[in-house]
């Protein structure tokens, strides 16, 4: 109907359909197919029902806008009433751009801040170390010239952990 009264010709129809989340991600085939009708040339005019139709993060919208304007495709937001063809529009791309960037920076600095205060509280990062025991008890084996397999199931670590130790016992011994 809105197509219609912009007189404007249908040759496509992607939609999607409530999926269940599989593996982190939602699979979004209409989409993902909108995509590369845009990629292949077979779209001039994208119209969207609102701007939260398009990805399910902002990030996700900026990439499908980068890849209409790169292949000079616009679009229609009919809820915002906005036409990236139009004055009103040129510059969404590049606000998108920049709420996307904005909302990376600003998730980046939580996380800079708040590992900052973990270890004001000397919360420890990454694994936690080998016991001292089991190192020991390694060294002892590789020193009787046990394999590297038969010393990680005796000593209760992993293989590439006694191959670390035994370098750096090489090293140390030279």
């Given at each position: ?50 701007i ?9 919208l ?29 510059s969404?791309f590049d606000?998108?751009?920049m ?38 008890r ?10 590297l ?8 670590i ?17």
């Amino acid at each position: 109907m809105i197509a219609t009264e912009r007189g404007w010709m249908v040759t496509g129809v992607f939609t999607d359909h409530p999926m269940t989340v599989k593996k982190g991600r939602e699979r979004r085939p209409g989409e993902t197919a909108l995509r590369d009708a845009i990629r292949h040339g077979g779209v001039q005019k994208v119209l969207v029902w609102s701007i939260d139709r398009i990805g399910r993060t902002l990030e996700e919208l900026v990439r499908l806008l980068k890849i209409c304007q790169s292949a000079g495709v616009s679009l229609w937001f009919n809820d915002q009433m906005l036409d990236t063809a139009r004055s009103n529009g040129l510059s969404i791309f590049d606000t998108a751009d920049m709420m996307a960037h904005h909302l990376r920076q600003s998730r980046r600095a939580r996380i800079l801040q708040g590992q900052a205060s973990a270890r004001n509280l000397q919360v420890r990062f990454g694994r936690p170390p080998i016991p001292v025991p089991k190192l020991e008890r390694a060294k002892t084996f590789l020193a009787t010239g046990k394999s590297l397999r038969e010393v990680a199931r005796l000593a209760g670590i992993s293989s590439s952990t006694v191959g670390r130790l035994k370098n750096s016992m090489g090293s140390a011994a030279m």
